[in-house]
């Protein structure tokens, strides 16, 4: 492990990390903050000259094709996101990941999807590993080792801050976490094999990185290589077993997206995308819609699914008037102006 450092950005470190060639820079998924820390050090290291690969949580592995043609400019932005299905897998707001990605596709940076497909880990949450069929048994990493008293301990404590099962429940609870560590381990490690020239930045949330426990260890017993952890310090302490770095970047938010308000009908037949219900304060209702409505339209863009809608809204703000045509019962067909919120 590296000496700790408590730093206030990332330049002071990129000399100390730049011949590691394993990078895990760790993220709250929903904190701006983080997700600019990652972008400051895939560009630093990239200015220093280092060939770049970036491994992200938030792609799962069956997926990679669409990365691949992303960063070849063979499919644009709004392409990948539906091909990756990354609203329906992923759900938190893309805005906090795309500067990240548009970087890679600009400089031709390898996008690595890290993640295990969302049905396994799912059916391990229900079954536990044991319970997988034979099929599902040849998705599991070839290396799947088996937790130690602290990887358990530690999830023990996080499970026992939610109480919504019994031991049994506990234990799908580690296979899953063990799973996700295990997988991303593997797909990171197979790609370090496969590309010995480049260094590979891993993009996961904290849980997964810290105290070396989780993506790091796994790496490292694949490969023999360590890597360098980095996590946001901000509101917990400085204990040298969990990272070799802390970063304490300025505030930083998003600016507030624009919202219909509404809660939308999951796995459907049917044209557009029902609506189920709304929020506390919902521009949608305010202009008329109604709960089984359907949007057919949205901003003048035909809607099919839940993507739609968000690829529809992505770059719209709080305030902005869009055009939103519906379908009210079998033939009613309506043309709202819906201000978002």
């Not at 070849?72 to 795309?98: H, K, N, P, V």
Request: proline content about 6%; glycine content about 10%.
């Amino acid at each position: 492990m590296l000496e700790l450092d408590a730093l206030t950005g990332v330049e002071a470190l990129l000399g100390r990390i730049a011949e590691r060639r394993v990078v895990y820079v760790g993220e709250h998924h929903d904190r701006y903050a983080d997700h600019l820390d990652q972008l400051a050090v895939i560009r630093g290291l990239h200015a220093r000259g280092k060939p770049l690969a970036i491994a992200l949580e938030c792609f799962q592995q069956p997926f990679q094709i669409h990365l691949d043609a992303y960063v070849a400019g063979a499919i644009d932005e709004a392409q990948m996101l539906r091909r990756t299905e990354y609203f329906e897998r992923w759900r938190f707001d893309y805005r906090l990941y795309r500067p990240i990605l548009r970087f890679a596709r600009e400089h031709e940076i390898p996008l690595i999807a890290l993640n295990l497909d969302q049905a396994l880990t799912r059916r391990v949450g229900e079954v536990g590993i044991d319970g997988l069929d034979r099929h599902q048994r040849a998705a599991l990493p070839a290396s799947l080792a088996p937790p130690d008293e602290a990887y358990r301990e530690r999830l023990r404590e996080i499970f026992a801050q939610h109480p919504f099962g019994d031991e049994r429940d506990l234990d799908h609870f580690i296979e899953v976490q063990l799973l996700w560590d295990e997988g991303m381990a593997a797909r990171a490690a197979d790609y370090l094999a496969a590309n010995p020239e480049r260094t590979l930045v891993v993009l996961a949330g904290a849980g997964h990185l810290e105290y070396g426990i989780g993506i790091p260890d796994r790496v490292e017993r694949r490969l023999g290589l360590p890597g360098a952890v980095l996590l946001n310090g901000e509101g917990r302490p400085i204990e040298p077993p969990a990272a070799d770095f802390y970063l304490y970047p300025a505030p930083a938010e998003l600016p507030p997206a624009g919202l219909l308000g509404v809660q939308l009908g999951e796995g459907e037949e049917g044209a557009g995308t029902r609506v189920v219900g709304f929020a506390a304060d919902s521009g949608a209702q305010a202009a008329g819609v109604a709960v089984g409505d359907r949007i057919l339209a949205l901003a003048r863009r035909p809607i099919a699914d839940y993507a739609d809608i968000r690829l529809a809204l992505l770059d719209r703000t709080p305030g902005e008037r869009v055009a939103v045509t519906i379908l009210r019962g079998a033939e009613e067909r309506l043309d709202l102006e819906v201000e978002l919120r």
